[in-house]
């Protein structure tokens, strides 16, 4: 298989490459944290074919699932004696580096860096093996400067980072409303400027931004400073679904140990299940992970409607996947890519079937 150069010049790749910024949906900074730490066992649980599962994701609500899955013992009771040693990532680039590396095996992840690390791969790096939650995106202003869309026309807009999977829906809205923005350089008929999430409240505080296309908890954020949801994106998809967070596997560690795939998979839908049954329990463990793993957990006016904006659910939503591929390369940001093969659903299916729900699809972008 071939997959041609994700981004269209060296300067792009170098971009987002380096940036201390965001390739994904979530997180702060760009470093991994790695504090060494293995899950608890139950004495005498049986091990699987690897003695311990490197799993990778973000100190962020679209990660829920890796979040309450680990802080509530879900998933490795699906391990039974096979430890998880867990990682925590602020950045997409850092994420699809270490599973590159081997130094995670498993990782929650956002579409763009999802389609980005298999594309530079040639199809050889990664499998998506899950879905994890969609929606959680929106476009917050100043009600000051902006009431309607038109007024947008002229005002500063931020995105996390150049090409990342909000940057990319954004510049795709732009263009929509028949408005032109250099997607390089953000300038144009709106400037689009790309702020780490980490900063972006502060930006819209001191005003040197308008408003922001961005994920949860980030959009809630702005909500408490003032600002005013002026479209939920998941308005724009059909059935209000995208996908927002994957689950990846490094193609060898999947040949390698498909039981440990499988238990890891086995865990994720019983946490969804579980995070569905149980809302304001599964938000209160997420919330006491975050706190665990950042020293501060989200005020209640923050995480109560960032919580409501998300969706966990297991399907994969690969048909939105491949949009968002399309719309990036719409923007000027992505050379068609070859993204037949980046799904993997069999190991899922199998899950699903044994739970008793139903299949889902892989767009036509299965591996053979």
Request: hydrophobic share 40%.
């Amino acid at each position: 298989m071939s997959a041609a150069r994700p981004l269209t010049t060296l300067r792009t790749i170098a971009v987002i490459a380096t940036l201390p910024l965001l390739l994904t949906a979530c997180g702060y900074g760009s470093k991994s944290t790695d504090d060494g730490k293995q899950t608890a066992v139950a004495a005498g649980a049986k091990k699987l074919s690897a003695d311990q599962v490197k799993i990778g994701y973000f100190p962020n609500l679209t990660h829920a699932t890796a979040l309450v899955g680990i802080q509530e013992g879900l998933i490795q009771k699906e391990l039974g004696g096979t430890t998880i040693k867990p990682s925590t990532f602020n950045a997409g680039p850092s994420e699809i580096e270490a599973l590159n590396a081997g130094s995670i095996d498993i990782g929650w992840i956002g579409p763009s860096p999802a389609i980005n690390g298999y594309a530079k791969s040639d199809g050889k790096n990664l499998r998506i093996i899950g879905g994890s939650a969609s929606g959680g995106v929106k476009l917050v202003v100043n009600p000051d400067k902006i009431k309607s869309v038109d007024d947008l026309k002229g005002k500063k807009i931020a995105t996390p980072q150049l090409g990342n999977t909000q940057d990319v829906a954004f510049l795709n809205w732009i263009a929509d409303q028949g408005w032109k923005v250099d997607a390089e350089s953000g300038r144009g008929d709106v400037s689009v400027v790309r702020t780490d999430n980490k900063v972006t409240p502060d930006a819209y505080k001191s005003g040197s931004i308008d408003g922001a296309w961005v994920p949860e908890p980030t959009a809630s954020k702005l909500v408490a400073e003032g600002g005013k949801v002026l479209l939920d994106e998941s308005t724009l998809w059909p059935d209000k679904k995208f996908v927002i967070t994957n689950i990846i596997v490094s193609q060898k560690f999947l040949k390698a140990h498909p039981d440990v795939v499988e238990a890891v998979l086995r865990g994720s839908v019983k946490t969804n299940e579980w995070i569905n049954a149980n809302p304001d329990k599964a938000k209160a463990s997420a919330n006491a992970a975050l706190e665990e793993l950042s020293g501060k957990a989200l005020p209640a006016d923050v995480i109560d409607p960032a919580w409501k904006s998300i969706t966990f659910l297991d399907d994969p939503l690969a048909s939105t996947l491949n949009t968002q591929a399309e719309h990036a390369v719409k923007a000027g940001l992505l050379e068609k890519p070859d993204l037949k093969g980046i799904y993997d659903l069999a190991p899922l299916n199998k899950v699903l079937k044994a739970e008793g729900k139903n299949a889902v699809d892989d767009a036509g972008l299965g591996a053979e």
